[in-house]
């Protein structure tokens, strides 16, 4: 037995030593965990606001180009309610016209309008 003692202090002091390595990197192991586990919590809270504020500004930017396709709708309209205006105006126009040219009176003024004046 005395010829095996320094062998089983040596496996004894190995397996204390192995012991205490696996327990202080388990333990070291748990609190890396956790520390991970915070800063991606923190990360993933980061991330999130991140994304609130990304999407509030497409809604606005969405926002304001709706509000500028609606003006732009607007003011075709507007432009074709004038475009219909002067073309209605000068079809009125024009049919005042021939209404007038067919009076024998107004045939008259137009010839006396548009004659050379004689005087001298």
Do not use: C
């Not at 500028?68 to 607007?74: A, D, G, Q, T, V």
């Not at 309209?77 to 005042?96: D, P, R």
């Not at 067919?102 to 045939?107: F, M, Q, S």
């Amino acid at each position: 037995m005395k010829e095996y003692l320094p062998y089983i202090v040596s496996i004894i002091v190995a397996v204390i030593t192995g012991l205490t390595s696996y327990f202080a990197a388990a333990k070291k192991s748990k609190t890396d965990l956790k520390a991970l586990q915070e800063s991606n919590a923190h990360e993933i809270s980061r991330l999130m606001e991140q994304h609130k504020l990304d999407i509030d500004s497409l809604e606005r930017k969405h926002q304001m180009e709706i509000e500028k396709m609606e003006l732009e709708h607007r003011h075709q309209l507007e432009l074709k309610e004038k475009e219909m205006e002067n073309a209605l105006g000068g079809q009125l126009f024009t049919s005042m016209m021939d209404a007038a040219m067919k009076t024998p009176e107004a045939r008259q003024a137009m010839g006396q309008a548009f004659r050379p004046s004689k005087k001298k």
